[in-house]
């Protein structure tokens, strides 16, 4: 094989990345949605400096030039920052574009210099109530070390000149968003409704809150910080595990810096004093910014304006299969139930665990939670199963990394209300989503299981697609209780036939299907892979990937995100086809397909082709056996191969261009998909 056969996971990332400012700069895009897309670029930055960045510049630290992966991190850092402030340049102006055509609509993004005598008496009232309570300025001296400033906020930078005293005051001001919120509706002016930022209410209060201080002149200038994330915690699951998991977050707020972003227009000599107080060097990704950071907050931009502004409503879609007058049980005897989220809505799971908390018949509720919602209904069920009487266990992941701390509120909660909580497994992080409930009918014992592909979870179920398969299949059903069972007892591992399960045999499945494939195509029969997932990095399975499209295999390709392999990967063989698609949803599902010969086999999963996922992660991918829910999700994956308006093509060199098909007309995957389903409700 030619060398040039994997990418630099970290530079796919950026690319997919690159491929939201698409979005955000469509002009067929609703103004506030492509906010919206700028914050999810921020919010998707940010983890990365905090994760990806933070790992190579560890490798960096240890002096060797090479990673296990081969590649050169001091190089990929400095890709990294190329990228990245190319990257920033284009952030800027589709903002800039935005805020000029929020205006053509009468919507106004205002600063503090912007503001008539009424809203400025508006403001006034508004800060005094809301924001000074929570301002606590923060002096630097020389002589003093600046206290370790937080991860997951922005800083007001503010100096005080004096001509009198020739001595200039210099302080730190958080910026309290997450009280307070990062923007403040003004009162509307007829037509035109007026927004302003947290940031320039400080602002334009900044003189009165340094009222004891002597200064002619008072500037401001916004930065922000961001730390390294990973934490460093023993594989050993103990009685402890809690108390490590606190420690660890209270080590993520000392730990080192990894990326710096400030105002451009900060003077150097105040740079400079901050930089050293925060011991930046030079080799730091030190990025110069505008006047507002913490993008992320634009995901919260407040709903205002028509249909210039916002995506059309689409109800959520009560499943066909689901009505008031028989319970899930009773429906999931009949048939098994595939629930496409955000287009079905949540609820209906939630009803389903609402239903088994009251059921008298049902004894036992087990279900695995990774990240769950801030107030989470989910979780109000299982306690409510606990008041009930029922046996109700939840294994928690604490290492869902950026949710520990609300996952160890959760767990403590849980434990008060009597619900067996079980700390993940030793060495293995739990990213499986599987609930499993019994109940005893006539002194029998029957079983109902759920299986996803993504976090139960309400709030990003409106967001991310996801499904989750309802189902009483005995086989599978039981499949599912064994994985319960290695919870309780991890030395026993069971020979698993229906269900794929890692790290015991999903990566082994995987690679028997593939070579499957290879053997009925080299066969002349026919032979296709098509996989939908976030993330292809695993090496071992790019290579079979490569090995079967070389023997002639359809492969394609469905990634969101992540994709290490390169798609013209051998002069004498054609690229593997392969698209990354990003629009009003983000696509979330994992979804295998195998022509196995005819005898298609389809799996849907919460693994994607990662090594973490398939060797260091307990994962389930579950077969779909109902014909008509496989002819769903293949349909499902039709569409997604026939969009023109939302898909990119991922070639070698990462340019994300807009896939086109024979088709002029055209054709949205999400929205088709939508009506497809809407119209078999």
Not at 162 to 167: A, L, M, N, T, V
Not at 461 to 489: C, G, P, Q
Request: hydrophobic share 35%; glycine share 4%.
């Amino acid at each position: 094989m030619p060398n040039k056969t994997y990418r630099t996971k970290e530079l796919s990332w950026l690319s997919f990345n690159e491929r939201l400012l698409q979005e955000a700069n469509k002009k067929t895009v609703p103004l506030i949605e492509r906010l919206k897309f700028l914050g999810i670029y921020s919010n998707n930055l940010d983890e990365f400096f905090r994760v990806r960045v933070a790992i190579l510049k560890r490798i960096e630290e240890l002096g060797t030039p090479y990673d296990f992966e081969g590649i050169n991190p001091h190089k990929v850092l400095k890709e990294i920052n190329q990228i990245v402030l190319k990257q920033s340049n284009t952030f800027s102006n589709v903002y800039d574009g935005i805020l000029a055509d929020l205006k053509k609509n009468n919507i106004y993004l205002i600063n503090e210099n912007q503001i008539n005598e009424n809203q400025q008496i508006f403001i006034r009232q508004y800060f005094q109530k809301y924001v000074q309570p929570r301002l606590m300025p923060l002096i630097l001296n020389k002589d003093r070390d600046l206290p370790d400033l937080k991860d997951d906020a922005i800083y007001m930078a503010v100096e005080l000149k004096c001509k009198k005293r020739e001595k200039n005051t210099y302080v730190l001001i958080e910026i309290p968003s997450n009280h307070v919120g990062r923007f403040i509706i003004l009162p509307d002016e007829g037509e035109n409704k007026y927004i302003m930022l947290l940031d320039d209410a400080i602002r334009f209060e900044l003189k009165d809150l340094f009222y004891m201080f002597e200064f002619d002149e008072i500037s401001s200038y916004v930065i922000k910080l961001t730390r390294d994330a990973e934490l460093d915690l023993d594989d050993e699951i103990s009685e402890n595990y809690v108390k490590q998991i606190a420690q660890g977050l209270e080590r993520r707020k000392e730990a080192p810096p990894v990326r710096f972003i400030y105002d451009k227009k900060i003077p150097q000599y105040f740079l400079d004093l901050i930089l050293k107080k925060l011991r930046f060097s030079k080799d730091d990704a030190i990025i110069k910014g505008g006047r507002y950071h913490n993008f992320k907050d634009f995901m919260n931009f407040p709903k205002i304006g028509g249909s210039e502004t916002l995506y059309e409503s689409q109800p959520p879609i009560r499943h066909k299969d689901i009505d008031n007058n028989r319970t899930y049980f009773e429906a999931l005897k009949k048939k098994d139930i595939l629930l496409h989220f955000p287009y079905h809505s949540f609820t209906q799971f939630i009803d389903f665990l609402r239903e088994a908390s009251i059921d008298p018949q049902v004894i036992e509720i087990k279900i695995t939670i990774y990240r769950v919602a801030k107030s989470s209904n989910v979780m109000n069920a299982l306690i409510n199963a606990a008041r009930n009487g029922k046996k109700v266990s939840a294994i928690l992941e604490l290492q869902a990394r950026f949710d520990e701390g609300a996952n160890i509120k959760w767990s403590n909660r849980l434990k008060d209300e009597g619900v067996k909580v079980i700390y993940g497994v030793p060495g293995l992080k739990v990213h499986s989503k599987l609930c499993l409930i019994t109940r005893k009918v006539k002194n029998k014992l029957e079983y109902y299981a759920a299986i996803g592909t993504g976090n139960f979870n309400e709030d990003s179920a409106k967001v991310f697609s996801d499904n989750i398969i309802l189902t009483s299949h005995s086989s599978i059903t039981k499949e599912v209780s064994w994985v319960f069972e290695f919870f309780d007892r991890n030395y026993k591992v069971p020979r698993y036939q229906y269900l794929m399960v890692s790290p015991f045999q999903l990566r082994a499945k995987i690679t028997n299907y593939i070579t499957n494939e290879i053997k009925n195509a080299r066969k002349g029969h026919p032979a296709y892979i098509h996989i939908k997932c976030n993330n292809v990095v695993d090496k071992i399975m790019i290579n079979r990937l490569y090995q079967a499209k070389q023997a002639g295999v359809d492969v394609k390709l469905n990634v969101r995100g992540m994709c290490s392999l390169v798609p013209d990967f051998d002069p004498k063989t054609p690229p593997i086809e392969s698209i990354g698609l990003i629009d009003r949803y983000l696509e979330h599902s994992r979804m295998f397909i195998f022509c196995n010969n005819g005898d298609e086999k389809i799996y849907i999963s919460s693994a994607d082709l990662m090594t973490r996922n398939l060797d260091r992660r307990i994962e389930v991918a579950c077969p779909i056996l109902d014909p008509n829910l496989k002819e769903e999700l293949k349909t499902l994956w039709n569409m997604q191969w026939r969009d023109n308006t939302a898909a990119r093509i991922l070639d070698n060199g990462l340019t994300n261009t807009h896939r086109t098909t024979e088709s002029l007309i055209p054709f949205r995957s999400q929205l088709e998909f939508y009506n497809y389903l809407n119209a078999k409700s």
